[in-house]
């Protein structure tokens, strides 16, 4: 596919496949001409709400929360909105990938263009040069309920943009006055509600959401190869995963995981060779119902996130069309933190079974030595590489605890009932990182077993993903230090594509 070079900001939805190509492909921003004329249109109107409407309006001539009822004088409106950044910059913790934080600058620039927010062009503008010149806001992990969306991060986002806050630049991390006057910008005057329109929002959530998204789907992929590497060196059956099976419970990922099981594993002698036994424990057996199911989670999350992204998310709503300005809540994160949470529970699965088919594996079961080693008791082989990744899937049943059922009283009560759906979507992060090392420690036993069954060979796919492997990872005669190994099957894993 051509790499895509430009992409405008406001002249079509956006979806997970766009967004992973702009990610990938380096793609710069502008916004459109018809996102202009929208937001400009919006802009005008609310100005002239301002000047001539004596009715109070929320966070544009009131103050915010549960001081919604203090009237704001117009000289005071920019100091207002310029206040709110400022207040509610206090997300703490960890700084956050940066590709998170690019995500969040594309993301707000789309919820703005859609015109209906009252910013003005140059304030989204600016978002995009911060995306172009990779100016990037540093933005900490903790800090937002996921409830008037996600203030503290939006927050420290949005400093630089009126010469406050720090920023990661050229690899240096500075003051965000500092690189305004490298880049000969003026800081921006927020105008009335702009502040409000930039902190409002689900924008922290969605990003991290669509970063898990990436690795999750990228998971998936690496697990049914590992799965089915895992197969041939326990001298599985195919027959679970005949097409017959999944057409008389048609659930898609269970019909998709199926076939992508049969074309891995074509060519196989070891699947098609005479089997002794009749079944397989579950954790084979039972590949496309458990796989199939977490691809349909992700698909559940994706569908979820792609109306999210395409949603205004910051209130009050302006509606210059209808004459109206109405305060809602749109910025409530609950269709995430709810999706989110399934999301890990389900990515939590794929660790899960891979631990057991890991476990099966080692326990001297078909003709496998004990630890997949030849003298097991002088080595212990395989023996303690599960334990590792059985502490790691019990943490991730750990992350996999709700944080949607939560929910703390904030703003005097005025927000009375929040998500967590920033505390759902940031865990996702911990429950990836484990998989990871558990999805190293498979192909580790894997594909070791799968040599023991030699001289069979497993399909050409799977002997080309351990031919490549063995160049970074030697087959093990003899105990060696698990430690180095895992590092280099990350470092292999990390780098490979798992195309099937």
């Known amino acids: 596919m051509e790499k895509l070079e430009m992409y405008e900001i406001g002249s079509s939805a956006l979806d997970y496949n766009l967004i992973e190509r702009i990610i990938k492909d380096g793609t710069k921003l502008k916004l459109s001409e018809e996102a202009k004329k929208r937001i400009q249109k919006c802009r005008d109107y609310l100005d002239a ?4 409407d004596t009715v109070p309006i929320y966070g544009v001539t009131t103050g915010f929360g549960s001081l919604c009822n ?22 703490v913790g960890t700084p956050v990938d940066e590709t998170v934080v690019r995500l969040m600058l594309l993301l707000k620039a789309h919820a703005l263009s859609m015109g209906f927010s009252g910013v003005q062009v140059a304030t989204v503008e600016r978002i995009l040069d911060f995306y172009n010149e990779g ?3 540093v933005v900490y992990d903790r800090g937002s309920l996921g409830a008037s969306g996600d203030l503290s991060p939006l927050a420290n986002l949005f400093l630089p943009l009126i010469g406050e806050g720090e920023v990661m630049y050229k690899g240096k991390r500075t003051r965000g006055s500092e690189v305004l006057n490298i880049l000969g910008w003026k800081p921006i005057t927020l105008k009335s509600k702009e502040g409000l329109a930039l902190l409002n929002g689900t924008q922290f959530m969605s990003a991290n959401g669509i970063k898990a998204l990436i690795d999750g789907w990228h998971l998936v992929k690496c697990f049914d190869m590992l799965g089915a590497m895992s197969l041939d060196g326990f001298d599985g059956r195919i027959e679970p995963f005949w097409e017959c099976i999944q057409m008389v419970r048609p659930h898609a990922g269970q019909i998709e995981t199926g076939a992508v099981y049969r074309k891995l594993l074509e060519g196989s002698e070891i699947i098609a060779q005479k089997k002794d036994h009749v079944q397989d424990p579950y954790s084979f057996r039972c590949i496309p119902q458990v796989h199939g199911a977490v691809k349909d989670a992700l698909r559940h999350v994706t569908d979820v996130l792609h109306t999210e992204i395409n949603s205004v998310t910051d209130n009050p709503t302006v509606f210059p069309d209808d004459d109206l300005v109405v305060s809602g809540g749109n910025f409530h994160g609950e269709p995430l933190a709810l999706a989110f949470d399934y999301m890990g529970v389900a990515l939590h699965e794929l660790g899960n079974i891979s631990e057991r088919r890991v476990a099966q594996l080692i326990s001297g079961q078909r003709g496998l030595p004990e630890f997949l080693v030849a003298k097991p008791g002088l080595n212990s082989g395989f023996m303690i590489p599960q334990y590792a ?8 049943k750990m992350y996999s605890w709700t944080a949607s059922c939560d929910s703390i009283v904030s703003s005097n009560g005025q927000e009375d ?11 996702l992060h911990h429950i990836i990182a484990n998989l990871q090392l558990i999805a190293c420690i498979e192909l580790m036993n894997a594909a070791q077993a799968v040599e023991f069954r030699r001289p069979l060979k497993s399909s050409p796919y799977i002997e080309s993903v351990i031919s490549a492997y063995r160049e970074k990872v030697p087959f093990v005669e003899d105990d060696v ?3 180095d190994y895992i590092a280099k099957t990350v470092d292999f894993l990390s780098n490979f594509d798992v195309a099937y």
């Open 389 to 396: 990744a059985a502490s790691m899937v019990s943490q991730n």
């Open 70 to 91: 203090k009237h704001i004088s117009r000289e005071d409106l920019t100091k207002l909105q310029e206040n709110l950044v400022k207040s509610h910059s206090c997300s």
């Open 417 to 427: 009932l929040v998500s967590m759906g920033a505390n759902a979507a940031t865990k």
């Open 135 to 137: 100016v990037m806001p």
């Open 49 to 52: 709400k301002t000047d001539h």
């Open 481 to 483: 230090v698990m430690a």
